[in-house]
């Protein structure tokens, strides 16, 4: 197999694209399908300031280091979760990664500055690990990037990702949620930060050969919360689909957002946003879900350990 | 196990309703079934006079059995496909039944009538088998119940083929195709007979077990140009989903009846129907799909054998 743009030794083969590609040409494959996605969507501009999340996988170690060659203004931004083995190990190689590229790095320790880590949260309130992480990630990247002036937050969801959400949305008919699924989301609100994704054009498979094939040293174990997660069964089912019909993953997700995400829009209209009385970050009830979680943890952590 | 609704030795679990039954009651509940989706949907009167489809398969049967204990006026439409061994088959089966019970029985044998079956017209067109079939059955039946002066069509059409031509439409973001998923369409023209499915609140296993418990004798068998259909592939999809989550694959399409479907509505209006100019049946174009498919067979054939 050869390389479809230089014809040197093919290392990666692409059946979407009906293509191969040596390293080389696959990195830069890969650079162009991010700058395609950060243009199509006018995700980001040469000017911004970008904090770029990064927990240490391939898919985030994939966004910072495309984002960085691309030429935007990156800093990395991970959270330490205090998961058991697992956090120190990604904390590692964040660190290391971003010493090696010289790159700015800001890191917020959950259980230093807010008293709890995801396993306590999940023992103090009625909320499984992956509900407290996501909100507790949202939260908190939204609230430092704004903090410290950032002018957007980039994520690393891969078009499984994407793809797998949307189907999760569409089996149980998530309307607003359907009408809220955007690559890059405007800040409609002061206490909110423009929020871009631009691996939605890129597979895990392409995500995890980009990181190898640029020799970053990533964190390799999934999450051990993540067993079981439904979100995996709507993964392989689209992979299942994929080996079937090579690029419907594709086609599925970016057709939602070329025909199917206008149906939804009017669905998410009309959300009215305050500030939340004990924070003031941007919420729809008084208090923000994220002080709630955590007051109700130190209600509950205070009455187990009085 | 027992029956939910009178105790006796259950001989079905239905894990979505949380259920197991008796054989009386297992066919009570479907035929149930049938009476709420006809309902719900404004299917059908006592008035009307209602052409049913009939294959030979486990959901014709059901459908036809259904509709004839809940007092419709029913009669029996069967379409001979020539295909191989399996046409012969089903129609005995159909005669059969319709002998049996005493009801009105219509064939319409494909080759007799207008020169070609499926095979012949695979192999004189370029459409696939699948493809000739459907268009030959969804003109034929309209035609005949019409002529015949039906005011309904039913078809047997259960809860997996609509999920899965639902998921298919979806992955694709067929957004006209979505916008027309009914499953109760007014005659729009008039040329065109009002179509209804009254058993897509019933699984492929539940129709099965319904035939199978009614003690009524089927058409085993697929039919052999089905092997690898897509079709199929969404069926299983949809089937491990149904496993992991019970209930899924129902809420999937009454979800989009109740909050998809509108949101496509607007993609599928001012479609101009006229009489096509050969046949004089509804169409979108001069000469209608099936003539044009006719004519090309016509063609084919007395240029391959003259």
Chains 1, 2 share one sequence.
Not at 53 to 67: I, N
Not at 101 to 109: A, S, V
């Amino acid at each position: 197999m050869k390389c479809k743009t230089c014809a040197a030794k093919a290392v990666i083969e692409t059946r979407r694209h009906n293509a191969a590609f040596c390293t080389g040409c696959f990195c830069t494959h890969v650079e162009r399908q991010v700058q395609k996605t950060v243009d199509t969507e006018k995700m980001l501009s040469k000017d911004d300031r970008i904090l770029v999340a990064v927990s240490g996988g391939k898919d985030s170690f994939t966004l910072w280091e495309a984002l960085h060659r691309l030429g935007y203004s990156t800093t990395g931004y991970h959270i330490v979760l205090g998961i058991g083995d697992y956090s120190p190990l990604a904390r590692e190689k964040v660190e290391a990664y971003a010493k090696g590229q010289g790159l700015p790095l800001i890191i917020t320790d959950l259980k230093e500055e807010y008293d709890f880590g995801i396993p306590e949260l999940a023992l103090h309130t009625p909320r499984v690990p992956c509900s407290a992480c996501g909100l507790s990630k949202r939260y908190v990247m939204n609230r430092t990037a704004l903090e410290e002036g950032f002018t957007v937050l980039a994520t690393g969801h891969n078009l499984d990702d994407a793809a797998s959400t949307l189907l999760g949305n569409l089996l149980h008919w998530q309307t607003e949620q359907l009408g809220r699924m955007r690559p890059a989301m405007e800040a409609t609100h002061a206490k909110l930060v423009k929020t871009v994704k631009p691996l939605i054009r890129l597979t895990e498979r392409e995500t995890l050969a980009y990181t190898m094939l640029r020799g970053i040293d990533y964190h390799e174990d999934e999450c051990p919360n993540a067993v079981g997660a439904t979100s995996l069964l709507y993964k392989d089912i689209l992979n299942q689909l994929e080996h079937a019909s090579p690029g419907v993953k594709q086609s599925f997700y970016l057709g939602f957002l070329k025909k199917g995400r206008t149906a939804f829009a009017a669905h998410s209209d009309g959300i009215t946003l305050k500030e939340c009385e004990v924070c003031g970050q941007a919420t729809t009830t008084e208090t923000c879900a994220f002080c709630r979680m955590m007051e109700q943890a130190r209600r509950r952590a205070a009455s187990r350990n009085p």
